[in-house]
């Protein structure tokens, strides 16, 4: 079992910043990756970021150029700076991590999510 404890979340208005942070009860390196997933009312979630252990990290289009997602692995934490905030961008903001499994399909570990909420 792999705990994913978020914080960070809050209210900030248009153009702001915040900087979530997951920290997880093992060794982010033992994962396979760590990502950040978001959620708003009515809607699917969705990838925000994934930051792998080996390869470059990734981004949805929508937050390109303006979210960086960055770790520290001696904290085992991974982080999401996010930079000029959009309304669009509320949402609750998941972490999760995939564990190998020695197989082929990995486990699927979720936070508890924080809330996000840009005002306009």
Do not use: H
């Amino acid at each position: 079992q792999v705990q994913l404890v978020e914080s960070g979340g809050g209210l900030v208005q248009a153009g702001g910043s915040l900087r979530l942070s997951c920290a997880a009860s093992i060794s982010i390196l033992s994962l396979d990756s760590m990502g950040w997933y978001r959620q708003a009312p009515g809607k699917q979630r969705e990838l925000v970021a994934v930051i792998p252990r080996r390869g470059s990290t990734n981004y949805a289009d929508s937050v390109k150029g303006r979210f960086t997602v960055s770790r520290d692995n001696a904290k085992n934490t991974v982080y999401l700076q996010m930079n000029s905030l959009k309304p669009e961008d509320t949402a609750v903001y998941y972490c999760n991590a995939l564990m190998p499994t020695g197989g082929s399909t990995r486990f699927n570990y979720w936070g508890q999510g924080t809330q996000v909420t840009v005002s306009s």
